[in-house]
């Protein structure tokens, strides 16, 4: 099976502090993923990497950056975390973009849930 | 742009009944469709995906439907048990490659 992981469940950070996420998938994904989750908004896209030091913005990128130096791990970084960040933080990864689109299936950590005070 | 949306948002209904989930989407240049489990405060569980070139894929209980023609897919959950009580969101694959959200189906099985 695969498996998502996610450094914290639950953080607490102060505005202006920076904030770092961080994500590992044990089953050598190329693809990983961060959304956010918001009520009433649903999941909207902030970064995704489909390869070692690769990175694309998604829906929302403004406000957060990501690093990819190996391939089972992908951070999610708030460079000066505001209130407006407060939300759960998702991690995901798929296969690859090559092999038929069951190669784009997702698979999701447990999830952060942070609190920006 | 393609756009995805569930309905109902909730539903509530009493244990062993069968039960369907909608989810339509704008644009039939959908390369799959994935349903996904949420329980409260938790992430997100893969349950069933469907490639384009399918109409049905099946898991235990549960069975996924997609037409793309009319721009649909439906999740029917076989006699209902409180433990499927969650929110089950679906989700499209389109032509970027990214997957487009719908908001959710929260469901309830009354015991």
């Known amino acids: 099976d695969v498996k998502v992981t996610q450094s914290s469940r639950y953080l607490v950070k102060r505005t202006g502090e920076k904030v770092f996420l961080e994500c590992v998938q044990d089953m050598d994904h190329e693809n990983m993923f961060w959304y956010r989750q918001d009520p009433g908004l649903g999941l909207r896209l902030i970064y995704f990497s489909y390869d070692v030091k690769m990175k694309e913005k998604g829906d929302i990128p403004e406000g957060y950056s990501v690093s990819r130096e190996k391939k089972e791990r992908f951070s999610l970084i708030l460079e000066s975390a505001s209130t407006n960040q407060t939300s759960m933080y998702l991690c995901a990864s798929s296969l690859s973009l090559e092999g038929g689109t069951s190669s784009y299936e997702q698979y999701f950590g447990p999830g952060t849930r942070l609190t920006v005070t | 742009k393609q756009e995805v949306t569930q309905i109902p948002a909730a539903l509530s209904v009493p244990e062993g009944e069968n039960l369907v989930l909608n989810c339509s989407f704008t644009d039939s240049a959908i390369y799959n469709l994935q349903w996904f489990r949420q329980d409260p405060g938790k992430g997100l569980t893969s349950l069933l995906l469907?490639?384009?070139s399918q109409r049905e894929q099946t898991s235990g209980r549960l069975n996924a439907s997609l037409d793309k023609s009319s721009g649909r897919s439906t999740l029917y959950i076989a006699a209902s048990q409180p433990g499927d009580s969650a929110t089950y969101l679906c989700a499209g694959l389109d032509s970027n490659y990214q997957l487009i959200w719908g908001a959710g189906t929260k469901l309830i099985i009354k015991p």
């Open positions: 469907i490639q384009s």
